[in-house]
């Protein structure tokens, strides 16, 4: 049985005081003797502050994104040891942002996937296609390249230690979700291609969905039978909506 797990991308937004009113309400909110993990990912200035604020209440904290390398000269880079010291126990790697925004290959996203679990972190490892890639039929095969990077460099056993999120890059900010049926699709063949290299593996990894999750359309995907919970953004700075997510997750 695996647990469903649901966490809140933030992004580059809030504030020192904006993030403690987030986490106080979500605190509040937040369904009490649910199954489902909770996952908060603030910008790296925050983590620490918001860690302690989360201190004991089961919510976990992850960061956005880590440096490949272990440490030295790299002027603006935050590395896993950093993160792990502040608290961190997961971490986003490949999100399409930083795919599309700032150039991240595949060959680098798996290097960051080494670096994060090289520390004990748990790595999220973000794939998706873009509105282009899925109308030209390629949806599959880019998941796939993006997953065979990872698996390339670090074999399957590594997912047993690792998550993995299904984000369509047309579904993540524009309010256009995939329908349950999409989204399984792919979770499918994600889990296929895991289990075809190790049965348990591919039984036990979690595959999350991302791309405008509300309340409203979260319970129809987490329905899903390969779909273990979601990756939220915009929905995870509104403390009930969010919390009305974890609640549709189990
Ligand atoms: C994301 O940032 O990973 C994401 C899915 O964003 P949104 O929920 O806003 O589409």
Known sequence: MRQPLVAGNWKMHGSRAENANLVTALLDLLPAGKHAEILVCPPFPYL????RQLKDSGVQLGAQSVCAEAQGAFTGEVSAAMLKDVGCRYV??????????YGESDA????????????????????GETLDEREGNQTLQVVSRQLEAVLSV???RSLARAVIAYEPVWAIGTGRTASGEQAQEVHAMIRARVAALDATIGGSVRILYGGSVKA???QELFAMPDIDGGLVGG?????????RICAGAG
Do not use: W
């Not at 680098?108 to 794939?127: D, E, H, I, N, T």
């Not at 929905?235 to 919390?243: G, H, I, P, V």
């Open 154 to 156: 670090s074999g399957v």
């Open 216 to 218: 409203s359309n979260a």
């Open 235 to 243: 929905a995870s700075l509104k403390a009930d909506e969010f919390a």
């Open 108 to 127: 680098l996203v798996a290097r960051k996937f080494v670096a994060a679990q090289s520390q004990g972190l748990v790595p999220v490892l973000c794939v």
């Open 48 to 51: 620490l502050e918001t860690g």
């Open 92 to 101: 986003l790697v490949g999100h399409s942002e930083r795919r599309q925004l």
